[in-house]
């Protein structure tokens, strides 16, 4: 993706005293047994608790190998920690999300080469045509898949970003 080939990192973002009281909340309301951590199970209960959907295996595995190997489960410091860095990568996808939306000027879920070069006009008027062209080649990937990689489609005045 265009942010992070170039460098650019999401920004770190610190919780209200609001939203790490509700998590301190989900912590307890997971933690079977008042164990004081969470278990692999109680952890997949808290984030579609906060965040709306199962976490896949391959995300709990890597979850549970990063925590302390003393203890038996996430500690509630561990866990806010895990759950301030899901919700900063969330706000920098939804950030990415609303500049894509930006350059999408017909909402048509992809970005056309001339669509490119108009928002980079504006919010760049003197970087030369050729940087702009080879960052729109580079490039490619759609509203809908934001998570995937799709191939440049090249045909003529038809060049899409997708």
Sequence with gaps: MFFSQAGARPRTWEATPSERKKWVEVFKACDEDNKG???????????????GYKPSKIEANSVMSSINPNTSGILLGEFLNIVRKKKEAQ??????????????????????????????KRVAPKLPERIILEVFRMNH?????TARRKPFVDQ???SRLR
């Design 37 to 51: 951590y969470l278990s692999r199970e109680d952890f997949k209960v808290a984030v579609v608790t906060l965040f």
């Design 91 to 120: 706000l920098y996808r939804n950030e990415i999300r609303h500049i894509f939306t930006a350059f999408d000027r017909h909402y048509r879920g992809y970005l056309t080469l001339e669509d490119f070069q108009k928002a980079f």
């Design 141 to 145: 990937w759609s509203l809908r898949e």
């Design 156 to 158: 003529g005045s038809g």
